[in-house]
């Protein structure tokens, strides 16, 4: 019965198929956006973490931040990358449907299958791809791609290592100043002296901050 139903169902006009297309390329687009406004709220409280681990001379975790910053300012541009590139691939398809109203069906688009097949490498959306590929080769404006390319992107880890220059001027332009306001006296007394217990336990809790504040980066970058 139900193959009957696929029988008898009629197929979407090219029209039909652009403007859903579009839609869900458009909701795409806003994810991308809440995502980029999420980690950037983030960044935010970083900020501020990295500036009162600096007033309390513990460049380690300030500097461990600044990394988790860099990591973060990466995302979000490979994410505007990726906006950028949806856009264009709504663009190019209601300029195959125009075509489609002459010729009466769908054709191929080398610059759709392109842009599809850079985005399923790309982590945040491979799985999106994915669906979307399927359906634009059943409609003939695609070729199959092989699917290994969505298996790579969900495998690879965070793509580039974060440079010690990249993370230095980070860390510079946010604590930089608060760093140098700290006499270095200060600095080299604290050096000197031997932890206590009570140094042990804040230690401990300044861990535990920066595993949480990885922790909520994680998740808005995810």
Do not use: Y
Not at 157 to 168: C, K, L, V
């Amino acid at each position: 019965m139900e193959k009957m139903m696929k029988i008898l169902k009629p197929k979407p006009n090219p029209q039909e198929l652009l403007r859903d297309w579009q839609r869900r390329l458009r909701q795409e687009c806003r994810n991308i956006e809440r995502q980029i406004r999420d980690i950037q709220r983030e960044e935010k409280n970083v900020q501020k973490a990295i500036k009162d681990a600096a007033k309390r001379n513990d460049m380690g975790s300030a500097k461990a931040l600044a990394k988790e910053i860099v990591r973060s300012r990466k995302t979000v541009n490979r994410l505007c990358e990726n906006k950028a590139q949806l856009n264009s691939i709504s663009m190019h398809l209601g300029e195959s449907v125009a075509i489609a109203r002459t010729v009466g069906h769908l054709s191929k688009s080398a610059e759709v299958m392109k842009l599809v097949n850079n985005l399923m490498k790309a982590p945040e959306v491979a799985v999106t791809m994915q669906e979307f590929s399927n359906e634009m080769t059943k409609a003939g404006v695609i070729e199959e791609m092989m699917n290994d390319a969505v298996d790579n992107a969900l495998d690879s880890e965070d793509i580039e290592e974060e440079t010690e220059e990249e993370i230095d001027k980070v860390l510079t332009a946010i604590a930089g100043e608060t760093a140098a306001q700290l006499p270095e006296a200060v600095r080299k007394e604290k050096l000197k002296q031997p932890a206590t217990s009570e140094d042990a336990e804040e230690n401990v809790d300044d861990e535990e901050e920066l595993e949480e504040i990885r922790a909520r980066l994680a998740r808005v970058r995810s």
